[in-house]
Nanobody, 121 residues
């Protein structure tokens, strides 16, 4: 059974940083692209970032480009999202998502429970 457990969320000040982690189990982690998706209060889902199974390709939404960095450690079955220069509009529930294949961002197959990020002074 696929399990995705996010951690690292919390309260940060504008301009601050947080690092999200997602520990994966129940599937061959190194064979799947992974993504981060967020949902702000009262808004829809936004695909924030993605990374291929081997890390050879990454995607960033325009809203986070230059501020967020996605990475993965296949030996630890973990994907990360380093978030710098945080803004109040980054406040959201952040989900870790297993994509449909090694280099496939089209399918958002399995979701974690989410970790809350709040950016406020």
């Amino acid at each position: 059974q696929v399990q995705l457990v996010e951690s690292g969320g919390g309260l940060a000040q504008p301009g601050g940083s947080l690092r999200l982690s997602c520990a994966a189990s129940g599937f061959t982690f190194s064979s799947y692209a992974m993504s981060w998706v967020r949902q702000a209060p009262g808004k829809g889902l936004e695909w924030v970032s993605g990374i291929y199974s081997d890390g050879s390709d990454t995607y960033y939404a325009d809203s986070v480009k230059g501020r967020f960095t996605i990475s993965r450690d296949n030996a630890k079955n973990t994907v990360y999202l380093q978030m710098n220069s945080l803004k109040p509009e980054d406040t959201a529930l952040y989900y870790c998502v297993q994509n449909g294949g090694a280099s496939d961002y089209d399918d958002f197959r399995s979701w974690g429970q989410g970790t809350q990020v709040t950016v406020s002074s």
